[in-house]
């Protein structure tokens, strides 16, 4: 949501097949069973649908259980099973089927992997098709491999921090949040800044160069963190590069309104290219070298329900969040396939149901919609949500009178703004059974951007009502058992923002040096941010700050608070 804070990074419904009928007619790796209920109905022409596109436990295969129904009129009474890169849209010309079934018709193709080689179809998508006699047409949505978790070599599980407590770092800063306490930690990797020279990577049969300083500097960013144990989340950003123009969208202009743009996955020039970094970063970042670090959560891209900062030009939603969807499955299935138990992640600012005008700004709950429905016709994914809950707005500090103050805030599915104020609604929306993770389980949030500011346009300085506000919305956070990490935005105040009268730092800032962010000054908030987390000093910690909000227990204000045995 800050330009100064996202610049800083250094240096087919799913269903399940109906069997009837025990014979199966084998074809090779290929069996079918008749799935055509007796008397049922005909529909106007032929639908088709794959419900389950999975790597075998051999790792060497790929299962596609697929089905027909309708009226095969007009049809040579098959369906046939097409493979397509992810960039592919269309059959014409096409007649290289990889399978074939009757129609009206539940089946089961199994088809060689070719994991590792220049054939690999980890990434590719397979879609149904029926044929007139003259040409090959498509029946059914694309369905992608939903788990190329399968083919990881680093299968470690994700290591959970003791505490939800995080902070964007100044990397010159570290011994000061080795004081802290800090847990979670984000940084940025914007495409322009890792392409270059020095380091060649080979990939599909094809070498794509990275600038080795920059990659040399965020290894020792990366690696100095996760060393220490904190984990590191990464936010992939790509912006404009002249030098690059592949990496952006097809059809995209250069717009002085974007500070960041749509990933390219719709051409293969794109694809390949976005593929090759998404592979790059997997694999530096894996763990498996200490000096490079590890990442174990990736964004990707930043609220993407603002097209400022993920910039492809007036579009529709759904058309908007399938462009978005294809390039965040490739990078999903980049990371997973390297990584199993790594999380990636979609991010959303607070308009839940605000500023929408169907063109360059969605609400954050359409996205949410809009992204699961096309995955569950497409092939679900274990996608998570990084979200943003600024006070509102962002210039006063006291979130808990936002509701009385702004009218945006409503405690159903469809308030306009959703932040810590009524944060429940969000992880209540994520409750519901059609929003669960394929495993079951409610999806991974985090709350990786968000801050308080310290001074107020009409009150001047008020670090003290900053300070009350993190510890209010930490209990808040922590007693929440849906939300996995709160990292604060700054450690230090950014000059640029300062100006601006956006003092988000546990630390005051040098003014004199408006170029750099230098550190001047411990703000209560410093004091709060270290012992919040603390079992023995949290309640003294943040004592003052019941006056300031007006309560006289935490326990009163804050469902199941956390600590509220140990409240007098």
């Known amino acids: 949501m800050k330009k100064g804070f996202l610049t800083g990074g250094r240096g087919v419904i799913l269903a399940a097949a109906l069997f009837f009928g025990a014979a199966a007619v084998s074809l090779g790796a290929f069996t079918q069973t008749a799935a055509a209920e007796e008397g049922q109905e005909a529909e106007t022409g032929l639908k088709g649908q794959i419900s389950s596109c999975k790597i075998t436990g051999d790792k060497q295969n790929v299962e596609i259980v697929f089905s027909s129904s309708g009226n095969s009129t007009g049809t040579d009474g098959k369906v046939y099973v097409f493979e397509q890169q992810t960039y592919e849209d269309s059959l014409d010309g096409r007649s290289d089927y990889i399978a074939s079934a009757d129609a009206l018709s539940s089946s089961t193709a199994t088809i060689s992997l070719n994991f590792g080689s220049t054939s690999d179809r980890l990434y590719s998508k ?23 978790e399968a083919v990881a070599k680093n299968t470690e599980a994700f290591k959970t921090p003791l505490t939800k407590k995080g902070l964007n770092i100044e990397i010159d800063m570290l011994d000061d949040a080795f004081d802290l306490g800090v847990k979670h930690v984000t940084t940025n990797i914007a495409f322009s800044q890792i392409m270059g020279t020095g380091i060649d990577y080979e990939y599909d049969g094809k070498t794509y160069h990275f600038n080795k300083a920059i990659v040399e500097d965020y290894d020792r960013t990366i690696s100095a963190l996760s060393n220490k144990g904190m984990t590191v989340t990464v936010i992939i950003l790509n912006d404009w590069n002249d030098s690059r123009p592949d990496l952006i969208y097809p059809g995209t202009k250069k717009s002085s ?143 808990w009178d936002d509701p009385q103050s702004t009218g945006l805030f409503t405690n159903d599915f469809n308030s306009p703004v959703i932040n810590f104020a009524n944060l429940n609604v969000l992880t209540d929306y994520f409750n519901q059974e059609a929003l669960k993770a394929p495993s079951g389980n409610v999806r991974h949030i985090i709350l990786t951007e968000q801050g308080f500011t310290s001074y107020s346009p009409t009150r001047g300085n008020i670090p003290e009502i900053q300070a009350a506000a993190y510890a209010y919305s930490y ?9 996995d990490a709160y990292t604060v935005s700054r450690q230090v105040d950014a000059p640029s923002e300062a100006k601006q009268g956006l003092k988000f730092g546990l630390w005051e800032c040098d003014m004199n040096q408006p170029d750099k962010i230098v550190a001047t000054k411990r703000k209560k908030i410093w004091q709060v941010f270290r012992d919040i987390d603390k079992k023995n000093s949290t309640l003294e910690a943040s004592e003052f700050a019941k006056s300031i909000i007006g309560i006289n227990k935490w326990s009163d204000v804050i469902p199941n608070f956390k600590w509220k045995s140990l409240e007098n």
């Open 257 to 399: 309104n974007a500070f960041y743009y749509m990933f390219n996955a719709a051409n293969q020039a794109g694809y390949e290219q976005t593929r090759a970094i998404a592979a790059f970063l997997a694999d530096h970042y894996s763990g498996k070298n200490p000096d490079y670090g590890k990442v174990s959560n990736w964004i990707i891209g930043n609220e993407i329900n603002n097209q400022q900062w993920n910039y492809m030009g007036p579009m529709d939603l759904t058309n908007y969040v399938k462009a978005y969807q294809k390039a965040f499955r490739v990078f999903y299935t980049a990371i997973k396939s390297t990584n199993a138990n790594d999380r990636v992640y979609f991010s959303l600012d607070y308009n839940w149901m605000n500023e929408i005008d169907g063109k360059v700004k969605y609400g954050g709950k359409e996205i949410v919609d809009s992204f699961n429905s096309i995955a569950n016709n497409q092939g679900q994914m274990d996608w998570g949500l990084a979200y943003h809950p600024y006070p509102c707005p962002m210039t006063e500090p006291e979130f």
């Open 475 to 483: 209990y808040i956070v922590d007693s929440n058992p849906y939300i």
């Open 126 to 148: 397979f879609v149904l098709a029926s044929f007139d006699g003259t040409s090959y047409k498509a029946i059914s949505e694309p369905h992608y491999i939903t788990n190329p």
